[in-house]
């Protein structure tokens, strides 16, 4: 199908016939490039979309790094450093994705350092021991996959092509994550009271993190339309459920639900209700970490403002000379 480019003067039948044939574009599985005409609803959805997912990634590094000075053994820091410098690189190329649609980095940290933009809940909570690290590679990037795995086929042909390369970073995550809970799981006592300590305290809001139900996810019914969305907040939920479950039988830890049981009717298991005043406090700005996380993000713009300016001048300078050439 040809590219769809906007004419030179755009009358409101124009504007009507270009929607419809964008929609037909993407009804016949065709992304959407940087070059071509989108609706200004589209590119300011899907601008909402990739900067919140730039900023979890960005602020998603806080956690971890809180453990890169204590981390057990030499080999556990090599990994959990290189791990925090993948999720600093996945913040780059989704800020970059986000900037082919016409907002600038400058902008999108300025909203995120305001509070304005959100971010994933699940990094306003606090890694109070060793066996954090290991949940959230175990949970979280475990979630993070389930979502950007549908995510792959997003319309968005750079958010899309960016989730191919994310996707296999964060397997890696995941495993690394396994590996450290399967340690202490089958360890002393204590370590294995820590791990079950830790998934009592992540496993919620690793379950917050696809959003709320489908009926009140306001975003789901345009993001299908368009496409961006493949499968809705509840069935990634349910996903990410079914697959965990027998991850931690074979740890041999209890996940924090009373109500968790298998449904031989669905195949599926079903799990008890989750706190979403809990979860809106957290994505309002009430969560335990939120107000340390934006201090935090915030004094390392500032602080790395010199490393920009730098940038910037040495850019210029080697502009002048080619010039001068
Ligand atoms: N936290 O209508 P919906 C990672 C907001 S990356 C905060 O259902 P939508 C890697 C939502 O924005 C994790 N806010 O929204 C890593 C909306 O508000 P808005 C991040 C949330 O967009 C691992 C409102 O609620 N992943 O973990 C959350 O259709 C380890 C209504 O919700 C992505 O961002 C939440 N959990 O569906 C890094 C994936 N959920 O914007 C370091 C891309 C919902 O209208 C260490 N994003 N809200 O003001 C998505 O797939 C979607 O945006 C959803 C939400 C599924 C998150």
Known sequence: MAEVEKPELVTATDEAALEATFQARLDTETRVEPRDWMPEKYRKFMIRQISQHAHSEYVGMLPEGNWITRAPTLRRKAALLAKIQDEAGHA????????????????????????????SSIFNYPTLTWADIGTIGWLVDGAAIVNQVALCRT?????A???????????FHQRQGFEIITTLAHGAPEQKAMAQDALNRWWWPALMMFGPHDADSPNSEIAFKWK??????DDLRQRFVDMTIPQADYLGLTV????????????????GAIDWEEFWRVVKGDGLCNRDRLDARRSAHEEGAWVREAALAHAGKKRAAKSAA
């Open 92 to 119: 780059a190329y989704l800020y970059s994705a986000a900037e082919t649609l016409g907002t600038s980095r400058d902008q999108m940290l300025e909203d995120l350092h305001s509070g304005k933009a959100k971010y």
């Open 155 to 159: 319309s968005y042909g750079p958010y």
């Open 161 to 171: 092509r960016a989730m191919v390369r994310i996707c296999k970073e964060e397997s």
């Open 228 to 233: 961006v969305k493949r499968q809705s907040n």
């Open 256 to 271: 924090p639900d009373p109500d968790l049981k298998w449904n031989g009717e669905t195949g599926q298991y079903d799990f």
